[in-house]
């Protein structure tokens, strides 16, 4: 069943790219007792994704803060070295952590997959949008597929 909105998420693997190679991260500690914004594309370097979505989050990230968010974070089904290269390529350093789904672990968790096989691209994370405090989803934006609105850094600032 979907993640819902009051439901604290489930524990999944991310890993992130550090100066000693991809790592794990600690899903409790990365969540706990901080608020995060959390937002899913369904890949690294595909066109809304790259064009719209995470440059829409990088140039509020400021904002976001300053509403009391503490980091914002994007997930893919992408693995480290490609969520890595992509944040380099698009300006995401000191603004958006770059999670990877590498296996879709927390995209099938939280019930919020897609399936993009007739792009060649397998099973994948929706795109969607959240405010996590503390583990527990108080904000969720899924779009319907093909869309680009409710996701949008500009929506969650509204929302905040």
Do not use: Y
Not at 62 to 84: H, S, W, Y
Not at 127 to 150: C, H, I, Y
């Amino acid at each position: 069943m979907t993640i819902a909105k009051g439901e604290r998420l489930p524990a999944a693997t991310f890993a992130k790219m550090t100066e000693n190679g991809p790592e794990q991260v600690d899903f409790d500690a990365f969540f706990a007792g901080r608020t995060v914004a959390l937002f899913s594309v369904p890949g690294a370097f595909t066109p809304t994704c790259s064009a719209k979505h995470l440059p829409g989050f990088i140039a509020k990230a400021d904002a976001l803060k300053q509403k009391g968010v503490d980091e914002v974070a994007c997930t893919a089904v992408n693995d480290a070295f490609v969520m890595d290269a992509w944040g380099k390529s698009a300006g995401a350093q000191g603004k958006v952590t770059m999670l990877a789904d590498g296996n879709g672990d927390f995209a099938k968790a939280v019930d919020l997959v897609m399936d993009g096989s007739k792009f060649g691209m397998g099973t994948r994370g929706q795109r969607f949008s959240m405010v996590v405090r503390d583990g527990v989803v108080d904000q969720l934006n899924v779009e319907a597929p093909g869309d680009f609105k409710l996701s949008s850094a500009e929506h969650m600032l509204e929302q905040l």
